[in-house]
């Protein structure tokens, strides 16, 4: 993880190649929603195909990580594959969601709707973490 974390704070989109043949194979999920921040934050609208299969994963770290990626990839058309997250049961994948959709909210009205719609839902839930997670965003 330190080593991958080296790439990302020296930005060194050379070891972009290297974290993707890694990411395909990686079984600690520690290790794999690391590998998936590392392809947001140094790949480009390219990658978002890289990244989709992880926004299933069964690690809400990992998910909450590629929607994040997705969002740093700047590709709007993210948002048709991230939507069906706004009603996760993990909240902070809830909040990555919610940011990532308003981000590109503009280009799809739809979307727009969906994120008001969760994001007040997340500001009056009974758990405190959704509400805090409805803050962050």
């Not at 520690?30 to 392809?39: G, K, N």
């Amino acid at each position: 993880i330190d080593e991958i974390q080296c790439f990302i704070d020296s930005n060194d989109r050379d070891k972009l190649s290297l974290i993707l043949k890694n990411l395909k194979s990686e079984t600690n999920t520690f290790v794999r929603a690391t590998l998936v921040s590392a392809v947001g934050r140094l790949g480009g609208r390219s990658e978002l195909h890289a990244l989709l299969p992880f926004v299933n994963d069964s690690d809400a770290r990992v998910v909450a990580n590629v929607v994040q990626a997705l969002e740093n990839l700047g590709n709007p058309e993210c948002v048709e594959y991230i939507v069906k997250l706004v009603a996760h049961n993990d909240n902070r994948v809830r909040a990555n969601t919610v940011k990532a959709i308003w981000k590109y909210a503009h280009t799809n009205v739809t979307a727009n709707r969906i994120v008001l719609e969760r994001l007040k839902e997340m500001m009056f839930s009974t758990k405190t973490q959704m509400r805090e997670s409805a803050i962050y965003v």
